[in-house]
């Protein structure tokens, strides 16, 4: 897709940033750099270069965008195994689909899998309904990862995770959505999420 000129010139100097620093700029960085002094503008420019893809977002990182040096390159095939939830918790539907997505999203090939989104409680992570997930499968995450996590067996559910003692908590990334702290036994990680793809 093209990118306006705004766009280009904030894609050349994340890039430039990142190949000098080994890091990528914040979004204060990035505002500073072209006199913008509103965070939400920069964020808005970022985005649209990250649904273009000419950026990737780790979700689990504050420093999070990194160039794609080319857009629209190399796809893997990988299962699509149904739906998850952004919200309460409801049953994953197992369907015999795949969907190609990005390789540089997939660090594993044999371990990674695609669910869809139902639900608005990741997004202020930029999680929205229907979007489709890119999830490492995995048997443990750290405190604060994006995690798929099954639920007393049955029900599946998209959260960060947090361990507290012997309960888990996990928390949506929306204010009007209530956390869920259940025992840690009750929760198993099925993966953490690697990746977002958004179809319009």
Request: charged share 30%; glycine share 8%.
């Amino acid at each position: 897709m093209a990118l306006t000129r705004r766009q280009r010139e904030i894609y050349d100097f994340i890039r430039s940033f990142v190949a000098e620093k080994g890091y990528s700029p914040s979004l204060e960085e990035i505002g500073a750099a072209f006199g913008l002094s509103s965070v939400a503008t920069v964020h808005k420019h970022v985005q649209h270069l990250v649904e273009k893809g000419f950026l990737r977002k780790s979700w689990n990182r504050s420093r999070s965008v990194e160039p794609v040096e080319t857009p629209g390159s190399a796809t893997v095939s990988l299962p699509l195994l149904g739906f998850v939830a952004a919200g309460a918790p409801i049953e994953a539907i197992e369907v015999p689909e795949t969907i190609d997505v990005p390789q540089e999203l997939v660090r594993k090939l044999g371990e990674s899998f695609v669910l869809r989104v139902r639900g608005d409680s990741m997004i202020d992570e930029q999680i929205r309904d229907g979007d489709y997930i890119v999830v490492e499968s995995r048997p443990d995450a750290p405190n604060g990862e994006t995690v798929v996590a099954l639920l007393r067996g049955q029900d599946v559910t998209l959260k960060k995770l947090y361990r507290l003692g012997r309960n888990i908590r996990l928390e949506p990334a929306n204010p009007e959505v209530p956390a869920i702290e259940v025992p840690a036994e009750d929760v198993q990680v099925r993966g953490v999420v690697r990746g977002l793809i958004r179809r319009y």
